[in-house]
């Protein structure tokens, strides 16, 4: 995880939240997204950022790594939140260090994801001391917040790698209820194709399978893949707005208020801070008769 080493940039100042907006609200018409921010408790910027949203009710799901120092003093803040709002749990094993001793003993340092891809696909992984640190990512989780992951996903998508998805697989099954899960199947959106053929090829569509034929709850399809370099988040966000199929789908997305200095993609939360607090993004969920709420499906 990248630690606060020098200034750090803050998001521009757009127009404020008009308290009486209330993008969330059903009109019983079009489509509905479920616009998750991911990476809550990655760092004060970041969660604060998100909490902002969530409260102006500009998000429907939040994805949370607890696996950081700053995730106990983060997690009150959900407390404050819209009960409407998905919370889940963002399995982080690429930054950062592991919260259980067996995987600490392995791995002092969580590895880089190209790594993790490699050994994955390679099924050279520790599984028995992966479903420990599963565990006590959730453990966590239960403990700061009262209440199980209402959905689950992997930073970096991590959960839908060869063994690592039967190991969050297996974790869920014993929870009642049992938590959506962010399925990497269906990826859309302009360009980079690459990336999302990548996501997709690595295990998002062998973790769809598994999710049908268990009767798991995910969405039917993914936005939101970018480089994090493209300047217009905007034009973006109205392309994927615009493919957005009738039966709904999930877009993850990565704002923060403050950006910490080191934060490789700190620029691109700024972006996508503004832009969801401003009055664009309203008009442009109106224009796509979008509305945001959960949207998750079985088949």
């Given at each position: 995880m990248a630690e606060v080493r020098a200034e750090r940039r803050a998001a521009p100042k757009p127009a404020r939240i008009p308290s009486g907006d209330r993008p969330m609200s059903s009109?019983?018409?079009?489509?509905?997204?479920?616009?998750?921010?991911?990476?809550?408790?990655?760092?004060?910027?970041?969660?604060?950022?998100?909490?902002?949203?969530?409260?102006?009710?500009?998000?429907?799901a939040i994805s949370c790594i607890t696996n950081t120092p700053h995730w106990r003093e983060a997690a009150p803040l959900l407390r404050e939140l819209p009960p409407t709002l998905t919370v889940g749990l963002h399995f982080n094993l690429t930054e950062g260090k592991p919260l259980s001793r067996e995987l600490a003993r392995l791995w002092p340092t969580l590895p880089s994801l190209p790594k993790l891809l490699l050994q994955s696909h390679l099924h050279r992984l520790p599984v028995a001391a992966l479903r420990v640190e599963w565990q006590a990512q959730v453990d966590a989780f239960v403990q700061a917040t009262g209440r199980a992951p209402q959905m689950v996903d992997g930073h970096q998508h991590v959960h839908h790698l060869p063994v690592l998805r039967q190991v969050v697989l297996d974790g869920i099954a014993p929870m009642s209820p049992r938590p959506a899960v962010r399925s990497t199947a269906n990826l859309l959106g302009p360009g980079f194709g690459f990336k999302r053929f990548v996501i997709e090829r690595t295990g998002g569509r062998a973790l769809k399978r598994e999710l049908v034929r268990r009767g798991l709850r995910h969405n039917a399809s993914l936005l939101g893949a970018y480089d994090f370099v493209v300047y217009d988040y905007r034009a973006l966000m109205r392309q994927w707005l615009a493919q957005l199929p009738r039966e709904g789908g999930l877009l993850f997305c990565h704002p923060a208020e403050v950006a910490d200095a080191g934060d490789a993609i700190g620029d691109a939360r700024l972006r996508e801070f503004a832009y969801f607090e401003g009055d664009a993004f309203l008009s442009d969920l109106a224009e796509a008769k979008v509305t945001l709420g959960a949207s998750w499906v079985r088949a």
């Open positions: 009109s019983g018409e079009g489509r509905t997204l479920t616009l998750c921010a991911d990476d809550f408790g990655l760092s004060s910027g970041i969660t604060r950022g998100i909490a902002m949203l969530a409260r102006a009710q500009r998000l429907s």
